[in-house]
């Protein structure tokens, strides 16, 4: 039996954006036809403010955070309760006093379920704002930085970059490989992600899914890539 599972941002939608209406209807019609799963380090609220709570509930299962906060439909299957060490924010901070990136937003922390997502430019930034630190982290490599750092000096926690301004912090092995441990060892796992790259918070997955021989993984650049991948499964 295939298992479709898509990460959210860059994948089916654009990075913190709604779907687009055109690839809703379709992807709704593919969510009848398919089990569909859905990974992404957002929380429930914003994954349905992307996507509309009729897709949400169209999915199979719905990882928030990361796995952290499993939910099909409207039941809650598991929400972890761990939070971000003050140590760890503390830490953090200094990065926000230190970095070249001159606009600060606000939230720069975002506690979620069983993560926190770290930002230097802020979760309220604007589009616009988004992707002007975008550009400037690809330039200087900043948020892949800070995240080896993290790892080393606190290794008992999980950094990865996620999206396009964030880095996801959870506990050790509690990335997006975590939710392996749902899946049917009978079923075909199809993993679609535009952070697949060593740094990103889809690897985990894809390291694991590859690793174990239970299925395939594409490297996803935009939901039209997306689109045109899966009607060769309609």
Not at 50 to 60: A, F, K, P, S, V
Request: with cysteine; glycine share 6%; proline share 2%.
């Amino acid at each position: 039996m295939r298992h479709f599972i898509f990460d959210v941002d860059g994948t089916i939608t654009p990075s913190r954006q709604t779907i687009n209406k055109d690839f809703k209807k379709f992807f709704n019609h593919f969510c009848r036809k398919h089990r569909v799963s859905l990974v992404t380090g957002s929380d429930k609220p914003k994954t349905i403010e992307q996507i509309g709570e009729d897709t949400y509930n169209l999915c199979h299962t719905v990882y928030n955070c990361n796995g952290s906060d499993v939910w099909q439909s409207r039941k809650n299957i598991y929400s972890d309760d761990w939070v971000l060490p003050k140590d760890i924010e503390e830490w953090l901070s200094g990065f926000l006093l230190e970095s070249k990136f001159v606009l600060r937003t606000g939230l720069h922390f975002e506690h979620r379920t069983g993560m926190c997502n770290f930002s230097i430019v802020g979760r309220n930034a604007t589009l616009g704002e988004r992707m002007l630190y975008a550009k400037f982290d690809k330039e200087h490599n900043e948020r892949n930085r800070i995240a080896e750092m993290l790892n080393v000096r606190f290794p008992y926690v999980n950094a990865k970059v996620g999206g396009e301004t964030g880095i996801d912090i959870s506990k050790k092995h509690s990335d997006k490989s975590q939710i392996l441990k749902y899946f049917d060892e009978r079923e075909e796992l199809y993993f679609f992600g535009d952070a697949m790259h060593k740094e990103g918070n889809d690897y985990p997955l894809k390291k694991v899914i590859l690793d174990k021989d239970r299925g395939f993984c594409y490297t996803i650049k935009d939901y039209k890539e997306t689109w045109d991948l899966l009607k060769k499964y309609d």
